[in-house]
T-cell receptor
């Protein structure tokens, strides 16, 4: 099964952009890349997902490397509400519903 | 819409007891999931369902059972509770499944087995 590697923790200043990296060197051609975040004492919250092309939505942008072995979640202007654990996850196979979360990156926002 | 609703929010069980964690969603989603999260860890998939009457095992199904008799409800049954089942349990749902849609999570049910 393809695995992801993320830094355990990161810090960023409020109102600045944040780049959260994720390595997935064994990704297969049909694996989607998903990002979720989990605020303290809450269930995870969907952020964004993509397959090959870069993706944007109102929460964030997802930049996917050309070889798909890594990706970066970009929060364009961090706020204190963005402090959370961010999970980078792969769908194991197309149509396979088994999505397993690793330990993620704990993002701290400095006021 | 209430989204995904889990009950109870907290429960303490004695070893060997059984209980059912309830999960209901009002978004007419076909896909539903149960995850568990141990302290300081990520989430692990227990069971999932792609529609009423259809369920399948996830990564850690042992000690649990599920059923999906309606689109709205996906209860998780714990038989013969053990301390290793102490965890926070999250239910989630999705309209189109993982590869083409997002998961919506409930607020979690914190279970302690003593």
């Amino acid at each position: 099964d393809a695995k992801t590697t993320q830094p355990n923790s990161m810090e960023s200043n409020e109102e600045e952009p944040v780049h959260l990296p994720c390595n997935h060197s064994t990704i297969s051609g049909t694996d989607y890349i998903h990002w979720y975040r989990q605020l303290p004492s809450q269930g995870p919250e969907y952020v964004i997902h993509g397959l090959t092309s870069n993706v944007n939505n109102r929460m964030a942008s997802l930049a996917i490397a050309e070889d798909r072995k890594s990706s970066t979640l970009i929060l364009h202007r961090a706020t204190l509400r963005d402090a959370a654990v961010y999970y980078c996850i792969l769908s194991l196979n197309f149509g396979n519903e088994k999505l397993t979360f690793g330990t993620g990156t704990r993002l701290t926002i400095i006021p | 819409n209430a989204g995904v609703t889990q009950t109870p929010k907290f429960r303490i069980l004695k070893i060997g007891q059984s209980m059912t964690l309830q999960c209901t969603q009002d978004m007419n989603h076909n896909y539903m999931y149960w995850y568990r999260q141990d302290p300081g860890m990520g989430l692990k998939l227990i069971y999932y369902s792609v529609g009423a009457g259809i369920t399948d095992k996830g990564e850690v199904p042992n000690g649990y059972n599920v059923s999906r008799s309606t689109t709205e409800d996906f209860p998780l049954r714990l038989e013969l509770a053990a301390p290793s089942q102490t965890s926070v349990y999250f239910c989630a749902s999705s309209y189109l499944g993982l590869t083409s849609g997002e998961l919506f999570f409930g607020e979690g049910s914190r279970l302690t087995v003593l």
